[in-house]
């Protein structure tokens, strides 16, 4: 399709409700851009859809021309998935509206939101709902991947949480998808992506939850072995209300972190404590603390649940170079500690980091085959991020989280949470729904069978079986 093609549009989609951008329109560089700059793709098309009639559109132009169809809500995808070469783009940000029913406990939000946007919503009458824990990325790609973050282990994953969702399918028909309507999309699309429709809008469940107690400490990286062998054994016998993350990385560069200790390579462990006050948080937090040599740092604090949300809005904004891997994980045995130690200890550049994230508690609540995520029973969720500003740096932050993620990959549980994986082939998608794969693919053939909806995580419909008649 050539540069013309936005003109194209232009002629059929008449009175489009929203924007049609092109290769020769002045807003095409920014629009076109996503969050990780590795990503480099020019469509012949971005439509900025303000509603679902528009979605609609969108879909039925770009099987009309027989082009592929990215999906774009937040454009975090560090594959770039959100994104397309020479196809059309439905860029969903237009869809803003949130509606907080603070008695009923639920948000209603339109598919172009970022988290921030709802948290600082819900946050006005003391609830939330989980969400990650960088608040610029978009609601559609956590809230039909999983949902890891601050608050899984006290409410569970984000696609736990999740009412309704309104789609448009690939017919261009709309539908909700609920516990009591169109139940097998409710049960894919918890988990299954972007492969079964275009959400325009979600319904969340909310929680009472307000001001957290949430900050890191810091150890020395030389201690790392130490660190996150205490951390193994104290986070699975924590309470619900504390959550907390490992992580090797660095200090950020910037204030209120001691400029002393800012850059300094570090093991440490991010919390998140929904239980009440500062001597609470404490309480909980010293097993771990008192097991390990006084930290560098230790800056937990009382904040509005939108800060904590927030806080690594800064360390990693939009336009950096990204290249990430990712893993489940049942078990953290010796070798794989020291293995760890390794690869921390050579993390290449400031913003790169591994995270290991807890799965239990709330989110041990649903089984297997509850949804389509199939780890319920595994207890980490590593991701190894290589991360810089420098595109000289691109191959050097690649090779590093590639060598780490494989170097721990046996140790693994198999698979891996879908939105912290790069475009890495059909048998990893599989391996990463497991027992619940073949059921999305049926799911798959009948909602999209010619599957329009490709540019994602593919979940491929299965073929429908071939009868053959006897002479």
Known sequence: MSSTSAQDARRELTDFTGELIGPDDAAYPEVRAVYNAMIDKRPALIARCADADAVARVIAFARSHDLPLAIRGGGHHGAGLGTTDGGVVADLSPLKDIHVDPEARTVRVGGGCVWGEVDRATNAYGLATPSGIISTTGVGGIATGGGLGHLTRKCGLTIDNLLEADLVLADGSRVRASADENTDLFWAVRGGGGNFGVVTSFLFRLHEISTVVAGPTFWPVEISAEVLTAYREFLPNAPREL???????????????PEELQLRKTAGVVWC??????????????????????????????????????????????????????????????????????????????????????????????????TPWAYRDARWASVFAGVDRDPANASLIKRWAIDYQEALHPYSAGGAYVNMMMDEGQERVRASYRGNYDRLARIKADRDPDNVFRLNQNIQPTPKPRYETRP
């Open 273 to 370: 404590y929904t239980g009440g006050d500062t001597e609470a948080a404490a309480r909980e937090m010293a097993p771990l603390l008192d097991a390990l040599p006084a930290p560098l740092l230790h800056a937990p604090g009382p904040m509005q649940h939108p800060d904590m949300q927030g806080m690594f809005d800064g360390l990693y904004p939009p336009g950096d170079q990204w290249y990430w891997r990712a893993d489940f994980v049942n078990d953290i045995p010796d070798e794989a500690v020291e293995l760890h130690a390794k690869f921390g200890a050579e993390v290449p550049t400031p913003q790169s980091t591994m995270h290991l994230y807890p799965i239990d508690g709330a989110a041990h609540d649903v089984g297997n085959d509850g």
């Open 243 to 257: 959550n907390a993350f490992f992580l090797h990385g660095s200090v950020p560069p910037a204030p209120p972190f």
